[in-house]
């Protein structure tokens, strides 16, 4: 068998400009590195942007569920550190403590759990529920999800891992439209996030897997009542009673929970500065205008 080759260019048809036809250029191939990398560097970028004490207005989250958001940012100096324990303690108690965005072998496990079509045996960390929501999309596909692995990798090494917790707060979503612990805790529960009780903290964490089924009651606090969602009453009552107040003891407690993060202070430390408009000393107006609206 002659071994194969390419024919004279001579010898290839003339096209109508009048010159030898040439093979055409796969300029797609030099465009693609440049295709995948950019977003990549965009994202380490905001991330540094984030690492500097930027905060953004938005998130793709908040993009994606449209006007009218109810949102203002707060300081972590001034969210109380029972709340911050009970963030650590119910959504990633490695936050501090870990190399990186999530424990390698945990996540071959929900690989493998996912792909199986079996449920996820741990969850997502801080660091990938964060960037999901400033990045993302709510989507449940092996693409998103290899995505979020990257861009939550590179975050961590980027992000503090106090500077991350105060992130992951302000953007969480905690209602229908309604995003951080500064709205939040005014909505629910009528005061600051800096004054929250350890049961209210711990009812607020019981929200997040299921937001948007959460309701305020009439009399405010979170609606539990005859026609709440069975979901939302086994998730908040579950994390008020049992799984927070179970996991910040196996912590240590608040104090030590806390201290895995590098923070030894309180929130009173800071009352001096609740004057401040990153304090959420006062309702903000949007939640004012919900509620509003909600009592006709």
Same mark, same amino acid.
Request: one cysteine or more.
């Given at each position: 068998?002659?071994?194969?080759? /390419?024919?004279?260019?001579?010898?290839?048809?003339?096209?109508p400009?009048? *010159?030898?036809?040439?093979r055409?250029?796969?300029?797609?191939r030099?465009?693609?590195?440049l295709?995948?990398?950019?977003?990549? %560097?965009?994202a380490?970028? &905001?991330?540094?942007?984030?690492s500097?004490? +930027?905060?953004?207005?938005?998130t793709?989250?908040?993009?994606?569920?449209g006007e009218?958001v109810?949102?203002?940012f707060? @300081? +972590?100096?001034?969210i109380?550190?029972?709340l911050?324990a009970a963030? %650590?303690?119910h /959504?990633?108690?490695?936050?501090?403590?870990?190399s990186g965005?999530?424990d390698l072998g /945990?996540?071959?496990a929900?690989?493998?759990?996912?792909?199986?079509?079996?449920?996820?045996?741990?969850?997502?960390? %801080?660091?990938?529920?964060?960037?999901?929501? %400033?990045?993302?999309w709510?989507? *449940?596909?092996?693409v998103?999800?290899?995505?979020?692995?990257?861009?939550?990798?590179?975050?961590?090494?980027t992000? @503090?891992?106090?500077?991350?917790?105060e992130?992951?707060?302000?953007y969480?979503?905690?209602?229908?439209?309604?995003?951080?612990? !500064?709205?939040?805790?005014?909505?629910?529960?009528?005061?600051?996030?800096w004054?929250?009780?350890d049961?209210?903290?711990?009812?607020?964490?019981?929200?997040?897997?299921?937001?948007?089924?959460?309701?305020?009651?009439?009399? =405010?606090?979170?609606?539990?009542?005859?026609?709440?969602?069975?979901?939302?009453?086994?998730?908040?009552?579950g994390?008020a009673?049992?799984w927070?107040?179970?996991? &910040?003891?196996?912590?240590?407690?608040? *104090?030590?929970?806390v201290a895995?993060v590098? &923070?030894?202070?309180?929130?009173?430390?800071?009352?001096?500065?609740? =004057?401040?408009s990153?304090? !959420?000393?006062?309702?903000? *107006?949007?939640?004012?205008?919900? &509620?509003?609206?909600?009592?006709?």
């Amino acid at each position: 068998m002659e071994p194969r080759t /390419e024919p004279d260019q001579a010898q290839w048809p003339v096209p109508p400009g009048g *010159q030898p036809g040439r093979r055409p250029k796969r300029k797609w191939r030099r465009k693609l590195p440049l295709a995948l990398v950019a977003p990549l %560097i965009l994202a380490q970028l &905001i991330a540094f942007m984030f690492s500097l004490g +930027i905060t953004l207005p938005r998130t793709a989250y908040m993009l994606e569920a449209g006007e009218p958001v109810i949102y203002q940012f707060v @300081s +972590i100096n001034h969210i109380n550190r029972r709340l911050l324990a009970a963030t %650590i303690a119910h /959504e990633d108690e490695q936050l501090g403590t870990r190399s990186g965005a999530f424990d390698l072998g /945990e996540f071959q496990a929900r690989a493998q759990a996912y792909f199986r079509g079996q449920p996820d045996p741990s969850g997502s960390t %801080i660091p990938q529920q964060l960037v999901k929501n %400033i990045f993302l999309w709510d989507d *449940q596909s092996a693409v998103r999800k290899g995505i979020e692995a990257v861009l939550a990798t590179q975050f961590s090494y980027t992000v @503090s891992a106090p500077r991350t917790l105060e992130l992951y707060l302000n953007y969480a979503q905690f209602g229908p439209r309604l995003y951080g612990v !500064c709205a939040a805790s005014w909505y629910y529960f009528g005061t600051p996030p800096w004054n929250m009780s350890d049961y209210q903290s711990a009812q607020l964490m019981g929200v997040l897997p299921l937001p948007d089924l959460v309701r305020r009651d009439p009399d =405010g606090g979170i609606y539990l009542g005859e026609a709440v969602h069975p979901a939302v009453w086994d998730l908040v009552n579950g994390a008020a009673n049992v799984w927070v107040p179970r996991q &910040i003891a196996g912590l240590g407690g608040w *104090q030590a929970a806390v201290a895995t993060v590098g &923070i030894t202070d309180t929130a009173d430390s800071h009352a001096d500065r609740r =004057g401040d408009s990153d304090a !959420c000393s006062t309702m903000p *107006q949007s939640v004012k205008d919900r &509620i509003q609206s909600e009592a006709g």
